[in-house]
């Protein structure tokens, strides 16, 4: 048996039953991972032979678990892929930026600790655009990540390196965020899944922040029940993020059992999401997935979300304002890099006009105009205003459906290099993700085919706040009737 073959769910079985080590596990992905990351560079660095020597303990407490002694916790002997913008103590955490490219995090964040108590072991940290701001992992200082299915291309953003460590079979699993898109149109250009959870329902203590209002960390894998099970570990309140939900975390992967069936599920088809300038297979492809929903007994119909095309210019208002004053923290004193001036405001200068890369600090320069006096009525008042529109949006959709469909990204993979000197058509990538992420509301990537030159399409699915149960069945659904989860890129 290949290790690399299983899904997250068949390995874990198999470490509990015995009939593969963890050893071997984590040993294959290593060695994959070493292999493939000078082509693909998923990983801005991967952990060193002691990950072997944990996998080996691991291997141990199975046996004795066997041997009739307490069962370890669940991802005991699982290796996860992390992206560089989760503090991991003993890993630096660079959020693919110059400003934190020595920082060594003197803790670990609530997502990773909780999958570390569950016996899970870091195989590395992901590449991202900077601060996790971009679409195409091209914004890391570090040099971006390529396309397992066609290297000229990129892997999405921003955790464009966790989107492409699990196409490449370079991780088993792998954390990502999302604060406008950055787990969904990464998954779609990958063909992975990616799920962004509701706002709120994971830990954001040790999530090096980007928009506090949108920030979300969620999961990047090969199935939906992959997704689910890491879900269930890593949800829930946090007393360190006051604003994680207290609600008790469902048992989510309990529902995905028995026939997929999704009568009385009705699905929405908002308008909005299939004007102009969707990519014909896209296009296509999506429909023909919707359809498929249809088959197993959803009801679906057309709904309209008309403050969709609002939630651009207000996404690009919110986020960077938010980004400035959450940067503001960089400035040489105590994180990161310093650049020493005579004067106060030469070590800031100098320290924020090296460590920072061009779209940073656009973004800080755009936030910091929004929010000035005499601006802020005019941007950011008004930007919270038309979000408060846009969440009204899904609020009254929600009321007449359980489950919204739509195309996650306009268009397939674009080339390297397409996109860099344009900021606005970077920015359109976003287009169908972030009403959701302005809602607060838990969206998924799933794969749905593949367009004319055999990249992957991503079918994306929204439900309402705190609805994963049900996104995460109608999900599960797809993929037992569908088999576009199951094609890999050849290596
Ligand atoms: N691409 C979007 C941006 O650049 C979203 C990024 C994200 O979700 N982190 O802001």
């Known amino acids: 048996m290949d290790p690399l073959e299983l899904t997250l769910c068949e390995s874990a079985e198999a470490l509990r039953a015995g009939t593969l080590s963890s050893a ?43 041997r009739g002694g307490d069962a370890p916790g669940p991802l005991t002997g699982i290796p996860v892929a992390v992206k560089d913008v989760l503090c991991v103590k003993g890993y630096p955490c660079t959020c693919g930026s110059r400003i934190l490219e ?23 940290k992901t590449n991202t655009d900077e601060f996790a701001m971009g679409s195409s992992t091209e914004n890391s200082a570090f ?50 899944v990616g799920l962004k959870p509701s706002y709120g329902r994971v830990s954001r203590y040790g999530l090096i922040a980007f928009g506090s209002s949108l920030d979300c960390v969620g999961v990047l894998a090969r199935t939906v029940e992959d997704a689910a099970f890491l879900m269930e570990i890593m949800a829930g309140y946090d007393p360190m993020d006051s604003t994680s939900m207290p609600e008790k975390t469902p048992a989510y992967r309990k529902t995905l059992s028995g026939e997929p069936d999704l009568r009385g599920i009705r699905i929405g088809i908002p308008k909005e999401y299939f004007s102009a300038g969707i990519q014909p297979d896209v296009d296509r492809l999506v429909r023909e997935a919707i359809g498929v929903l249809g088959s197993l007994g959803a009801e679906t119909k057309e709904i309209s979300l008309p403050n969709t095309e609002f939630a651009l210019p207000v996404y690009y208002i919110v986020a ?24 106060l405001r030469e070590l800031y200068d100098g320290t924020r006009g090296a460590g920072f890369g061009p779209e940073v600090k656009r973004r800080i320069m755009l936030g910091t105009y929004a929010l000035s006096a005499g601006y802020y009525d005019a941007y950011y008042g008004q930007a919270q205003k038309v979000r408060t529109l ?20 306009p268009s397939t993979a674009f080339r390297a ?25 838990p969206g998924i990537s799933l794969p749905c085919g593949r367009d004319s030159q055999g990249l992957p399409v991503g079918l994306q699915l929204s439900g309402p706040f705190l609805g994963e149960e049900t996104l995460l069945r109608v999900s599960w659904s797809f993929q037992k009737v569908t088999r576009w989860h199951k094609e890999a890129p050849s290596p």
């Open 24 to 66: 071997a596990l984590v040993e294959a992905y290593r060695n994959r991972a070493e292999q493939l990351n000078p082509k693909i560079h998923a990983y801005l660095n991967i952990a060193g032979e002691d990950v072997i020597r944990a996998a080996r303990d691991a291997d141990e407490s199975w046996s004795a678990f066997r």
């Open 102 to 124: 020595n920082f060594k995090p003197p803790y670990t964040a609530t997502a990773v600790e909780r999958l570390q108590s569950a016996g899970a072991l870091i195989l590395g």
């Open 417 to 441: 290099g397409e996109k860099v000197d344009n900021p606005l058509a970077m920015y359109m990538e976003d287009l169908l993700t972030l009403p959701a992420s302005l809602a607060g509301v």
């Open 143 to 192: 040099g971006m990540t390529h396309n397992p299915w066609d290297a000229e291309r990129v892997p999405g953003g921003s955790s464009g390196g966790s989107a492409a460590s699990i196409a490449a079979r370079m991780a088993p699993i792998a954390l990502g965020t999302d604060t406008g898109g950055s787990i969904r149109q990464p998954a779609a250009y990958c063909g992975v």
């Open 320 to 343: 960077p304002a938010e980004a400035s004053a959450n940067l503001a923290r960089y400035d040489g004193v105590r994180f990161g890099l310093r650049r020493e001036g005579q004067t």
């Open 390 to 409: 846009i969440k009204a949006d899904f609020e009254n959709a929600f009321r007449s459906v359980d489950i919204i469909a739509s195309p996650v990204t």
